[in-house]
């Protein structure tokens, strides 16, 4: 499932926002620091997991996913900051990475959690023509970064890349984050992003001076983290219990023999 170097780069630059975008926003021996996921499980509170499905299918550019947990509250969700990312409208909502996009645009819901091999998987086969749809304002993506999976796989990587998110978001790189850390997720899934990886992440995203120094700022203080909790929170209650999940117009889009021709003619069915 990982690529190569000169691939991510590609799927990372073409992340880069042109005209509608442009006013938005192997895994091995991995240590991490006391911020770190792995520095962390020891003292968090024990978590409960009801239960976890993962269904993967990948034929001819086929992606099946189903995934079925309950997201356990604990202190994460009342600690740091609750300011919103750039472009995101309440607690809750997703990050519209493109809010130029025209009435006649349909909206293109994304669910997917940083740590979702399987979201990876779907990255690698539609990633780069949905960054063309939302390029030409073909549609409306809000994107909907999710944490349940720290419960499952007990770390803290999925809320700390999607805090990174947010913050990448500030600075209208939300996109391209969203690319380097899915070309850069780990082949073991479990093993989880070290802080290190994640500022990694932001300078492939373009993100470098003061604008770095900014993100960093945001992602040590977790200044979107009340944020980035109720996303998953609303998740549940929209009854979202799959990742990836793509809605389009508010209707669940079946993962299950999608290819990219067919995404295309069922955005181009939804144009106003």
Known sequence: MTSSSAT?????????PRGGLGNRRGAGNRSGSGDQ???RRGGAPSRVVVATVVVLL???GVVTAVILGAHDKNESATSGGGALPRNVSAMGAGVVVNPGAPAS???LDLYEDFQCPVCAEFERIFGLQIVDLVKSNQVRLVAHPLSFLDDNLGNDSSNRAANAAACAADAGK???YHAATFNGQPAKEGTGYTDAELQGFAQAAGLSGASLQTWQQCYDAKTHNQWVESVQTQAEKDHVNATPTVKLNGKALSLAGLTQASLASQVKAATK
């Open 37 to 39: 996921g792995g520095g």
């Open 105 to 107: 645009a349909p909206t």
């Open 8 to 16: 991510r780069k590609a799927k990372i630059a073409a992340a880069t």
């Open 174 to 176: 939300f996109l391209q």
């Open 58 to 60: 990948v034929v001819a």
